[in-house]
T-cell receptor
Framework: SQTIHQWPATLVQPVGSPLSLECTVEGTSNPNLYWYRQAAGRGLQLLFYSVGIGQISSEVPQNLSASRPQDRQFILSSKKLLLSDSGFYLC???????????FGPGTRLTVL | QKEVEQNSGPLSVPEGAIASLNCTYSDRGSQSFFWYRQYSGKSPELIMSIYSNGDKEDGRFTAQLNKASQYVSLLIRDSQPSDSATYLCAAGDSSYKLIFGSGTRLLVRP
């Protein structure tokens, strides 16, 4: 069966510091991978998605970036965090276009 | 712009009642539809998926799809306090992306 991992689970960072969040999927190959952000009390905002190694599509212009160095690894980064980057970051995967997206456990990021 | 609309709620129902959650979508090209449940502080988990017009039942849950009206609903029978959560509706096409609504908060009163 497939499993999706995210770490860290929680993170408190000062404004201006760098960020690296990691997501890995087990039990499948060549998944489509997604990064979402959910601000407090809000819906899911799609940040990036990837259909393969090194292929990244950005949905929203911001100070975040994403990379996919390996087939089942997806990384979200920032060089300098802003207060507005606080939120619940979710990684998700899908195999086929009309299939279900499955979410990882998420990372709660607080920028102070 | 593709959108999925949901009433934010809260929708409050007594224990044992039927909860009815609704969702509309703007993209007629949408082919797949999903309902996720999200407890506070947790990630969304899939409740139901539906791809064809009509009803689809799974235990206490029934999803309904009307593509002509661009309308999706989720019925929860015999609602339990443990059903209290935010329910997210999502629509997908062939682009590998899902469009999510902002969610409806459901409160089941004991």
């Amino acid at each position: 069966s497939q499993t999706i991992h995210q770490w860290p689970a929680t993170l408190v960072q000062p404004v201006g510091s760098p960020l690296s969040l990691e997501c890995t999927v087990e039990g499948t190959s060549n998944p489509n991978l997604y990064w979402y952000r959910q601000a407090a009390g809000r819906g899911l905002q799609l940040l990036f998605y990837s259909v393969g190694i090194g292929q990244i599509s950005s949905e929203v212009p911001q100070n975040l970036s994403a990379s996919r160095p390996q087939d089942r690894q997806f990384i979200l980064s920032s060089k300098k965090l802003l207060l507005s980057d606080s939120g619940f970051y979710l990684c998700a995967w899908i195999k086929d276009p009309t299939d279900t997206q499955y979410f990882g456990p998420g990372t709660r990021l607080t920028v102070l | 712009q593709k959108e999925v609309e949901q009433n934010s709620g809260p929708l409050s129902v007594p224990e044992g009642a039927i909860a009815s959650l609704n969702c509309t979508y703007s993209d007629r090209g949408s082919q797949s539809f999903f309902w996720y449940r999200q407890y506070s502080g947790k990630s969304p988990e899939l409740i139901m998926s539906i791809y064809s017009n009509g009803d689809k039942e799974d235990g206490r849950f029934t999803a309904q799809l009307n593509k002509a009206s661009q309308y999706v609903s989720l019925l929860i029978r015999d609602s339990q306090p443990s059903d209290s959560a935010t329910y997210l509706c999502a629509a997908g096409d062939s682009s590998y992306k899902l469009i999510f609504g902002s969610g409806t908060r459901l409160l089941v009163r004991p």
